[in-house]
């Protein structure tokens, strides 16, 4: 059953001689629960579309359909919503807020959207991603695969359609490498959630279901690796 479907997708920045083409007619769907991968160098257009995929910025044309919704045909405040409550995201360099202990940037995203926090729920994540004994840790305190671990169950905590990670190894040594993305494929097989991950780590891409190549703005490779 497919979740997303990204249609003839353009985002262009600069005009006329100085324009630069980042997302040159992208089109392709995902599966709901699948794992997919997407690999390509350094301006490529990679995190360009991640970031319009998570409603956090738009294209120049193209649609997006996440869980049946038109993503751009929102407002605002209808689009706020949407990226709270239909995306998780996980970056790089974790960004959690400083002030704010282990549990308290898990359930964020909750508390923003004026939820109630499931306790459950958030006993899983703490003990799935191995931070039971830190709860009340800052991130200060934390190791940098701990800082991710954190940044993971802030992006599972909503239970969201999807879950869109940026290079989430790329600031980590290869033990703790490992053990991100295995907890990433935990996380796919376990909630189920549709994982969409861009990295430019090989042996990553290779666990994934599918891997979807850029160059220069477009798909160069679409490959299935299993089902």
């Known amino acids: 059953m497919e979740i997303l479907r990204v249609e003839n997708l353009r985002k262009t920045y600069g005009s006329g001689e100085n324009a630069v083409h980042a997302l040159d007619g992208v089109s392709f769907s995902v599966e709901r629960g699948s794992f997919v991968a997407i690999i390509g160098p350094s301006g490529s257009g990679k995190s360009t579309l991640l970031h319009i995929l998570g409603g956090v910025d738009q294209p120049t044309s193209g649609k997006v359909w996440l869980n049946g919704c038109d993503v751009y045909a929102q407002n605002d405040e209808q689009l706020a919503i949407f990226r709270r409550r239909q995306v998780g995201l996980i970056y790089q360099f974790y960004n959690l807020i400083p002030v704010l202990n282990v549990v308290e940037n898990i ?21 799935v991603l191995g931070l039971r004994g830190r709860e009340y840790h800052l991130p200060n305190q934390l190791s940098g695969g701990q800082q991710q671990r954190v940044s993971i169950g802030r992006a599972l905590m909503n239970a969201p359609a999807v879950v869109l990670a940026d290079e989430p190894t790329g600031n980590l040594d290869r033990k703790n490498s490992q053990e991100i993305v295995g907890l990433l494929r935990l996380s796919n097989q376990k909630y189920h959630q549709t994982l969409i991950v861009i990295t430019h780590d090989e042996s990553i891409a290779l666990q994934a279901d599918r891997i979807i190549a850029f160059e220069d703005g477009r798909i160069t490779r679409d490959e299935v690796l299993r089902k």
């Open 107 to 127: 359930t964020l995203p909750v508390l923003m959207d004026g939820q109630k926090v499931n306790r459950a729920r958030l006993d899983e994540l703490l003990t």
